[in-house]
């Protein structure tokens, strides 16, 4: 296996591993202890140091930051500076008027709440989760400024902007003197409607770009090539994202990339992840995994060679 490679995010001091440990999924209120804390062990051993959290990932909501934070006392609290841990503001957590979206009440009262839950005084980097259509962006990036300038956290990020948002975003945030240092967004094989607009306003504005469902949510592992079998997340009835339908129209698409993947003799995991790393504004791709072979297979794509030039045109010949 090829050592984990660290890539420079935006123009800041902060170094991110190709490969960051998303815990969206499987690290909720039903997950077992030793499980989660083997996935920690095996990520930062592998030199997977990122740790990408939110206040209303579990489920329930919250409850991954408190398994998170149970884990990191427990077990990694010396390691704590090794780690780059991240959380966000912005999805429903509580009820009423300030449980939501991106109003400065919201957003600082989430970000008090996820520190407690994961026992720390300060996270590496708090994102805004989502844009607010109700908010004056000026509310949503005041907050985002207090944030920092409050201690609380060190960096900020915007996630899920569209690109003229983001622009003026940026540029808010520089005239804070509190620069955005990551932009996170959907980008995989499978969907590619980044690469027009968000993936150049990144490289104008220069900041980092952390991508997430790399794998579409499973089905560039070609887990599901031969069905939907029970217990997966497309079996999920209370799966959003993922169901047997969007699987079937997935189907060939998929199927035609483990061909090439074949060929070229790599799991289609690692086709997909060296392809969102073939692209210079993308610092880092946010994994999710339920075993540690499954963290394993994935940190095996840092540090490879470009993919050859005739794989990828094979690739974009398939007008995915």
């Known amino acids: 296996m090829s050592e984990m490679i660290y890539r420079r995010c935006g123009k800041s001091g902060v170094l991110l591993p190709e490969i960051s440990l998303g815990l969206w999924h499987n690290f909720g209120g039903d997950a077992a202890p ?24 579990g489920p329930p909501p919250g409850s991954a ?7 990191l006392k427990a077990d990694f609290a010396d390691r704590r500076d090794e780690m780059f841990i991240s959380t966000k503001a912005g999805h429903l957590m509580w009820p009423g008027p300030y449980g939501d979206w991106g109003s400065r009440k919201h957003l600082l009262a989430g970000l008090d709440q996820s520190l407690r839950r994961m026992r720390l005084d300060y996270v590496d980097v708090f994102y805004s989760h989502r844009p607010d259509p109700n908010t004056p962006l000026e509310e949503t990036i005041g907050a985002l ?20 948002l983001f622009n003026r975003a940026c540029e808010m945030l520089r005239e804070e003197k509190v620069p ?3 932009h996170q967004f959907r980008y995989n094989l499978l969907d590619r409607g980044c690469e027009a607009a968000v993936l150049p306003e990144v490289a104008e504005q220069q900041t980092g770009a952390i991508v997430f469902s790399p794998l579409a949510q499973g089905m560039l592992t070609g887990k599901y090539l031969d069905g939907v079998s029970s217990g997966t997340r497309a079996a999920d009835e209370s799966s959003v994202f993922l169901d ?21 003799g790599m799991p289609l995991t690692q086709l ?31 540090g490879q060679a470009p993919l050859p030039p005739d794989l990828l045109t094979d690739i974009e010949a398939l007008n995915l």
């Open 34 to 57: 030793d499980r989660c804390r083997s996935l920690i062990a095996t990520a930062m051993d592998l030199g997977i140091c990122h740790f990408d959290l939110a206040d209303n990932y």
């Open 65 to 71: 930051e408190m398994m998170f934070g149970r884990l």
């Open 145 to 164: 400024v207090h944030a920092v300038r409050s201690g609380k956290a060190l960096y900020v990020g915007l996630s899920k902007y569209p690109p003229s």
């Open 180 to 182: 955005c240092l990551l």
């Open 244 to 264: 047997a339908a969007k699987v079937a129209t997935e189907h060939d698409k998929v199927a035609a990339l483990k061909n090439l993947a074949d060929e070229a």
């Open 272 to 302: 997909a992840l060296r392809w969102l790393l073939r692209r210079p504004e993308v610092t880092s791709v946010l994994i999710g995994a339920r075993t540690p072979e499954q963290v394993s297979e994935c940190a095996a794509a840092a």
